[in-house]
């Protein structure tokens, strides 16, 4: 129901509903680019890098020519292939220093046990 002000107009109470704000036309062009990207993200997120990975090299393989990336058809989005490709590279990085980060905590575990160890050795003797 919405809240009328003094002056006969009608306002009506913010939410914090994720979903796209009612507007009367489209959206300029740049913002519905950002939208689609923003689900495109999202989409192959959630679909992961391997399983994104190979539908991208099976069709490059199979159709080099295409501009559109057919692996989320099933969810009506269809990023170009630039765009996936680009995603690949991103999301390759951030495995890698997640991967990197990990094998460095662990090399400084390892060397902070062989370091106690000896301390250890040294004074038993």
Known sequence: MPLTRSLGGEMTVASHSRAMPDVDGSL???????????????????IGYRRVKAAYARQV????????FYGLQDQNLWPTMDFVRDWLKTEKKRILARVRWTFVGAMLATIVAVLTFTAALSVFR
């Open 28 to 46: 300029p062009a740049f913002v519905e680019r950002a939208q689609q990207d923003a689900l495109s993200r999202a989409a192959l997120a959630r």
């Open 61 to 68: 393989r199979e159709a080099p020519e295409t501009s559109a």
